[in-house]
């Protein structure tokens, strides 16, 4: 039972480095939204164009530093014309959303964790079943040889 728990530990830990590697290389990951919560910006945007069958989504415009910015995010309630209320990162404007930035960043972070743990449970319940298995067949066997003599 201990050996399965650390075989699930570092099946969890592994899968943790992984998950956490790809999300923050491949995407903006944690890393990103923690440092729009830290901080992002805050700012009204204008919707100017919608597209509901994708995850609500809507382009919207605002303004920053003197520039014009136009960009596209999900989950927006809003129609054409409104004002949104965004946030955006200082040191790239283009990295902004309608959503809370922390409520993400914890869902980042949960999703990380939520696999790392099911691929511990499944490396561990693995590593028992097999244990079992090579247990349940030694056992067999050394019922077999003592039925032969």
């Known amino acids: 039972m201990k050996r399965s728990v650390a075989v699930g530990l570092i099946c969890s830990s592994c899968a943790f480095l992984v998950v956490a590697g790809l999300m923050n290389t ?9 440092g729009l919560v830290r901080d992002g910006r805050h700012t009204q945007a204008t919707v100017t164009a ?27 309630d809003a129609g054409i014309g409104e004002a949104v209320a965004v946030t955006y990162a200082p040191s790239d404007p ?25 691929a511990g449970i499944v490396g561990a319940l693995q590593y028992a079943y097999k244990t079992a298995a090579v247990q349940m067949t030694g056992a067999a066997q050394q019922g077999d040889e003592a039925d032969e003599r």
């Open 26 to 34: 491949t995407m903006r990951g944690w890393r990103a939204w923690y």
């Open 50 to 76: 919608l597209n509901r069958s994708q995850h609500q989504q809507c382009t919207f415009e605002f303004s920053t530093g003197g520039q014009r910015l136009k960009a596209t995010d999900d989950g927006c």
């Open 94 to 118: 283009t990295f902004v959303t309608l959503r809370d930035p922390r409520t993400e960043l914890l869902t980042q972070i949960g999703a990380a964790v939520a696999m790392a743990v099911f």
